[in-house]
């Protein structure tokens, strides 16, 4: 199983915290005490590296400049129309369409780009601890926003939101990079969510309750 070095500290960490685990239940004499401390050690570690997997992905045939594909892992969670009240790579007050995504702790949490362009757009926010199904998270838990304008000039904007559990967002890309359907950028460490927001004119292929995966799923094409 092939892991991400993304999550390289945390691993390192877990382990150390495993081994002293395990030293600790090797000097306790209660039996069953000692079974529970190296079960619960072994179960976290186990966890920590299901978690931090980074499976090979490959793009969809028939991809195109303007074909969004999903940034997660997880299950779309909301299809909504939202109006513009902040980002500037859009008009004031102009009619959106967001899109939702939720990742469980079980689902794979390496982040792709959606659409290939250039980064348009891009900002850091520290947050709240609201659990990231709930639809509040959007705009107030830990964030980066990032805005890509698409090699056939449409604009899209997705987000990496952290969840309640733990506030960790690694993210690879700047303003002003150029990047690519499908490629890495990085990851939110445990619950979390992305959303996507374009235009109302944007076809959505997926719908919600719909379980799509990063850099596989199509979820619309942007018009």
């Known amino acids: 199983m092939k892991l991400t070095n993304y999550g390289r500290d945390v691993i390192i960490i877990v382990l150390v915290s495993t081994i002293a685990i395990d030293v600790v239940a090797f000097y306790i004499n209660i039996l069953w005490l000692k079974l529970a401390l190296i079960s619960i050690s072994v179960l976290f570690f186990g966890f920590t590296l299901y978690f931090f997997r980074d499976p090979e992905r ?7 400049d303007n074909s969004i594909l999903s940034a997660a892992d997880g299950k779309v969670v909301l299809v909504d129309d939202i109006i513009n009240e902040k980002y500037d790579v859009f008009e004031a007050g102009e009619k959106l369409k967001q899109l939702s995504i939720f990742l469980s702790p079980l689902n794979v949490h390496v982040n792709r780009i959606p659409v290939s362009g250039t ?19 959007s705009d107030r838990n830990e964030r980066t926003e990032i805005g890509i304008l698409s090699l056939s000039g449409s604009k899209l904007i997705f987000k990496q939101i952290a969840g309640f559990v733990a506030r960790r967002i690694v993210c690879d890309i700047r303003k002003g990079d150029t990047v690519k359907s499908g490629d890495k950028f990085g990851m ?10 374009f235009k109302p004119s944007t076809k959505i292929f997926v719908k919600v309750g719909d379980h799509v995966k990063a850099g596989e799923t199509i979820i619309g094409e942007l018009c």
């Open 58 to 64: 490959e793009v969809p045939q028939g991809l195109n």
């Open 119 to 137: 980064v348009n757009y891009f900002e850091y926010i520290k947050g709240d601890y609201v659990v990231a199904f709930d639809h509040k998270s």
């Open 188 to 197: 939110i460490k445990f619950g979390s969510r992305v959303d996507y927001i």
